[in-house]
């Protein structure tokens, strides 16, 4: 197996996906180099967490699912969350 080694810039895009009973908004983390990537889905756990992995229940924001989605592009893996 080869390793990613994609290490250059990558952008971060607001999604909206209109649903019957609402909108599902995510964001899609990319990297900058030409596509195909590998995708990656990343899903919060239960409870009160946002998208980046943040939660009212602790004193500061942790950001580690933005954290985790940035080290997957830059390795060259798309990633939405």
């Not at 996906?17 to 919060?44: K, N, R, S, Y």
């Not at 756990?45 to 924001?61: A, I, K, V």
Request: net charge negative; aromatic share 4%.
């Amino acid at each position: 197996m080869r390793a990613l080694c994609y290490s250059g810039p990558m952008r971060e895009e607001q999604i909206d996906l209109p649903l019957a009973w609402g909108t599902l908004a995510g964001t899609l983390q990319l990297p900058e180099a030409e596509g195909p990537w590998p995708a990656v889905l990343v899903i919060a756990g239960s409870g009160p967490t946002d998208r980046d992995g943040n939660t009212p229940l602790l004193p500061e924001r942790l950001d580690n699912l933005k954290r985790l989605a940035a080290a997957l592009a830059q390795r060259g893996m798309a990633s939405l969350r």
